[in-house]
């Protein structure tokens, strides 16, 4: 089954312009990060991530409340919460 790619490619403009007129969920007085400089870019390499499997999982109604009361995101962070404890598995 073919993956279909969400990745969407914004400016710099394009996405200030849409914080100003409402249209992201960036924060608009978050801080803008430091420069990484001219080192960081010559060892700085492209790591595709691994795809994603779509599954049905139950879990307990008091897990998947707990995170969903945490907004949008909630199985974005609940595969976090995953991919940290099998990485710390493999150690």
């Known amino acids: 089954m073919k993956q279909k790619n969400s ?22 007085n978050a801080a803008e990060g430091a420069p990484v400089g001219e080192n960081f870019w010559k060892h700085a390499r492209v790591v595709m991530p691994s795809g994603k499997t779509s599954v049905h999982l139950r879990v307990d109604s008091d897990v998947f409340a707990w995170f969903k009361k945490r907004g949008e995101g909630h199985l974005t962070r609940m595969n976090a919460v995953l991919r940290s404890y099998v990485d710390a598995q493999k150690d």
């Open 7 to 28: 990745t969407v490619r914004y400016s710099r403009n394009e996405i200030k312009n849409r914080v100003a007129r409402g249209e992201s969920k960036t924060r608009a």
